[in-house]
Nanobody, 115 residues
Framework: QVQLEESGGGLVQAGGSLRLSCVVSGITFSKKVVSWFRQAPGKQRELVAQMTGVGHVEYVASVKGRFTFSRDNAKNTVYLQMNSLKTEDTAVYYC?????????WGQGTQVTVSS
């Protein structure tokens, strides 16, 4: 059974940093595509960053230069380091993995950036 669990969200002031973690269990994820999404209140869920199985990362324009996506295959964990946070980064952040012909999602972690 594939499960994802995010952690690391919280309340931070604008300009601050947070590091999100997503632990994947039930599969070996070293060559899978893993993504971070976010959903702000009243908005659609949007892709924030995506990493291929060989480590290539793409970011949405609004977070380039501020967010860094990394993975630790030995720990089956991916990370999203978020620096220079802005109020518009406030959202629930989800990780997603594509495997076995479908997408699996975590439950999300809330990130709130205050001004």
């Amino acid at each position: 059974q594939v499960q994802l669990e995010e952690s690391g969200g919280g309340l931070v002031q604008a300009g601050g940093s947070l590091r999100l973690s997503c632990v994947v269990s039930g599969i070996t994820f070293s060559k899978k595509v893993v993504s971070w999404f976010r959903q702000a209140p009243g908005k659609q869920r949007e892709l924030v960053a995506q990493m291929t199985g060989v480590g290539h990362v793409e970011y949405v324009a609004s977070v380039k230069g501020r967010f860094t996506f990394s993975r630790d295959n030995a720990k089956n964990t991916v990370y999203l380091q978020m620096n220079s946070l802005k109020t518009e980064d406030t959202a629930v952040y989800y990780c997603r993995i594509h495997t076995l012909g479908r997408n699996y999602w975590g439950q999300g972690t809330q990130v709130t950036v205050s001004s």
